[in-house]
């Protein structure tokens, strides 16, 4: 065992058993954490593009070790190598253990073949967030956009994946959609296995 | 109308919209990593931890007062009661007691039994002077210092660092008195 | 509509943060607001020096012929104060209402800068809904 002969124990993270998931802390406590976040790469970058990449790269991490928590924890150390069952994966299963809830939609773009969306009435970590109208296009959902091409990078489906705000009718507040373009071989690959 | 009664932290708790811990710790290692990231030096990391704690704590400072009715506390013993009882469990779902008063009461320790955020966390070799959990002194001595109090919050304990548990030690240094700020020469 | 004539918070300064109006009475100009703002927190500060008794937080409420002003102060420093129709009910409970609605979509907004003037689109609409005047009286029971 590590530790063993020294004077002070050094725990080691692999002797506990894995948590089960049900924790919980406070929804403040996680918005207080998330803004901090946003407003510490605020003073880290020259402009919006600048801070939408440093926030999906935060959620990047967030989402590689997501997918390998899950597919141990909830699917007996297999994972998904279809593109529709990797999607429904993050759309259901992801979603649901990160937001407490599925995603509102998850659909197939209609213009192209390789783009994906899911969206979400009201984001999570946009719920106390009012984007100032300089910041223009700006979402905070870049952070989750992270996360999702953290779990598809990682599952072996590489993407280019934003955050926009839809607006839409009869709604005082726009929707957040997570756009995902999935790379061409991920494309191809689909099509060889038929 | 009267005020209304103090509540305790886990009526708090269970009132409270809540999220997986999971989001929470994953995203605190985040942070963790990009300021690894950004800064290089581990000491520098310690400090900015401690920096965006302070930053939290001055805001969720008046969640905390807001949510638990809670009044102005008579002396810092009540204070540090309040930060353990009731602070710890309403925002991080966590019991902290309160422990090793020194003699004229202005420094006590608040011993941690649970701490989400270390879930999944060893320290690597190259992080060993890496105090990880360094935002949560930082948002007591934030939130402590919007209410007029001046402290100083050091790590005394920390599993991660092959301690048995983790301690904070809260000492008070300046009460600020309450006056209007007409004769403040700052 | 509850009978509210005007909405104002104050930063621990004395600076006034936030001003909204509602209907046509006691309307204000910026400048008259911001000098109400500053008064107050004076006139705030000076009745907890007169008061006989240690201890006291200050102006809560203030009757006058045509108007009620109702104030809360934050134990940071905060004020918040309506200025109503005379004998307007619940609108301590509303002040409380007002001071969560702050911590929430103020207080948690990474784009809101502490002390400075409050410009949060969610503040607003959720301001909006809170003072219709059947969730005033809502907070009554």
Redesign the interface.
Known sequence: MIGVGKIKQYSNVLDKPLSKGKQEVSLSAFAFLFSELVQYNQTQVDNIAELERRLEDAGYAVGARVLELLCHRDKGNRRETRLLGILSFVHSTVWKVLFGKVADSLEKGTEHEDEYMISEKELLVNKFISTPKDMGTFNCGAFVAGIVRGVLDSAGFPAVVTAHFVPMEGQQRPRTTILIKFAEEVLQREARLG | ?APAAPRSGDAI?AS?????????T??????V??LLT?LEEVEEVNK?LDQ?GY??G??????F???SNV??CVDFKETAEVIAKVGFK????VTASVTNWDADGTCCSIVLEDN?LV????LPDTCQGLYYCNILSGVIRGALE??SMKTEVTWIRD??????AYELQVKLLKQVPEE???KDDE | MAAIYSLYIINKSGGLIFYKDYGSKGRMDTNDSLRVASLWHSMHAISQQLSPTTGCSGIELLEADTFDLHCFQSLTGTKFFVVCEPGTQHMEALLKVIYELYTDYVLKNPFYEMEMPIRCELFDVNLTQAIQKDRVVLLGR
Do not use: C, H, W
């Open positions: 109308m708790f409270v919209e809540r999220v997986n811990a999971e989001l929470f994953l995203t605190y290692g985040a942070i990593r990009q950004d900015q965006m930053n939290i001055i805001r969720l400072i008046d969640e007062l807001a949510k009044s102005r309403m925002f991080l779902g989400p879930d999944f966390v060893e919007m209410v599993v991660l660092r092959g301690d048995d209007y700020p007409y």
